[in-house]
């Protein structure tokens, strides 16, 4: 069985688009999508097989695991198979666990459920009579999705498009939903107080895209798409919140430039 979905290559802003209109995850994005991660976020592919590999640790029985801004599902998947090999090995159980991938995209959640069929051979939103992970798809706004009963949770790149003003809150929600014992996975596009710092990491960023293939004019028109949507944080404001929701202790487990995972155990 061919277990490979072909995506088109990024070039989205690779043509003088005037006034550029703020990013929206369409249909035209959908189409490009992982191209455009793989390119443009500094170990994208090792912080998602590196998610999947926590979630297998900390997948506690009968427990929900979240992906929340799940996208086409590469971090739900990078669980689903983490938590099969650990369970063949006798790692960790994962028995009565199911993965929850959360997003507002139509266009996300349709073309997610075609990957995720294709790469695992399982029906979205079934296998609940067998011995599988079952991953449930969501088509909905995950702050204000009903999480319960959470050992692993998931944010990659996705608390960055969340209002600053609503990021505490869920936060909160979030900490409130994971058991003892449960974690946070959360990876973010950061930025940085010192000015030095922030601008040689910038720098060094766009260094890195155009060694992907991008050029200036693509570099320049998809920030300012950005500009409005996506607004990060510090990493202090990131452990500041963490602490405030609840977590017992968190980590960077990742950094490249600025972008970086943090895990916060509960």
């Not at 369970?87 to 139509?106: F, Q």
């Not at 004019?217 to 919140?241: F, W």
Request: aromatic share 8%.
């Amino acid at each position: 069985m061919n277990n490979q979905i072909e995506h088109k290559r990024d070039s989205l802003f690779a043509q003088p688009l005037g006034a550029v209109s703020e990013f929206r995850f369409d249909q035209s994005v959908v189409d490009v999508f992982p191209d455009m991660l793989t390119r443009s976020i500094p170990g994208y592919q090792a912080i998602i097989s590196q998610s999947g590999l926590l979630a297998a640790r900390y997948a506690q029985p009968n427990t929900n695991l979240y992906d929340l801004g799940c996208s086409l599902g590469a971090t739900s998947l990078a669980m689903h198979k983490a938590m099969l090999d650990a369970r063949a090995e006798n790692v960790n159980s994962s028995h009565g666990c199911v993965i929850h991938g959360i997003d507002n995209s139509t266009p996300m959640i349709k073309k997610a459920t075609k990957v995720i069929e294709t790469q695992t051979g399982q029906s979205v939103n079934e296998n609940f009579n067998t011995d599988g992970i079952p991953i449930m798809l969501h088509c909905e706004d995950m702050q204000s999705s009903e999480l319960q009963n959470a050992s692993v949770v998931a944010m990659n790149f996705t608390l960055q498009f969340v209002p600053p003003d609503d990021r505490d809150n869920m936060m909160q929600s979030i900490a409130n939903a994971i058991e003892p014992g449960g974690v946070l996975i959360l990876s973010e596009k950061v930025t940085f107080d010192d000015p030095v710092l922030s601008q040689m990491h910038i720098d060094m960023y766009h260094n890195f895209k155009r060694a992907n293939g991008y050029s200036d004019l693509e570099i320049s028109q998809k920030r300012n798409a950005l500009e409005n949507v996506m607004i990060p944080d510090t990493l202090n404001t990131h452990a500041k919140r963490l602490a405030n929701a609840g977590f017992s202790s968190s980590s960077v487990w990742f950094q490249c430039f600025n972008f970086a995972s943090v895990i916060a155990i509960k």
